[in-house]
């Protein structure tokens, strides 16, 4: 499995930005798709994650209602909507597959950087 991140950029406080997981390869479901973002100089942290069953959505409260989780199955890309972004929201934001047999993927990271 693969997992190619993108939509990454440059923006000023408030503006958004609209990030995609394209996941190829021997994909299947049930899985979880997920966002992660690391600051520099911090530790690795879940922004939000999505389920293949029923579309069961989580999110770091720091992020609730400002971003929003979504997948289209048919492509087997996960996406991460990003509004109202802050300063403190720069990191490098990584994808990640889950499956229940505990076998995890990482994409490659896409870096946002956010200037007040």
């Known amino acids: 499995v693969q997992l190619q991140a993108s939509g990454g950029g440059l923006v000023q406080a408030g503006e958004s930005l609209r990030l995609s997981c394209a996941a190829s390869g021997r994909t299947s479901s049930p899985n979880l798709m997920g966002w992660f973002r690391q600051a520099a100089g911090g530790d690795r942290e879940l922004v939000a994650m999505i389920s293949s069953r029923g579309g069961g959505i989580r999110y770091a409260d720091s992020v609730k209602g400002r971003f929003a989780i979504s997948r289209d199955y048919a492509r087997n890309t996960v996406y991460l909507q990003m509004n109202s972004l802050k300063p403190e929201d720069t990191a490098v934001y990584y994808c990640?597959?889950?499956?229940?047999?505990?076998?995890?993927?990482w994409g490659q990271g896409t870096e946002v950087t956010v200037s007040s």
């Open positions: 990640n597959l889950l499956y229940a047999s505990g076998s995890l993927y």
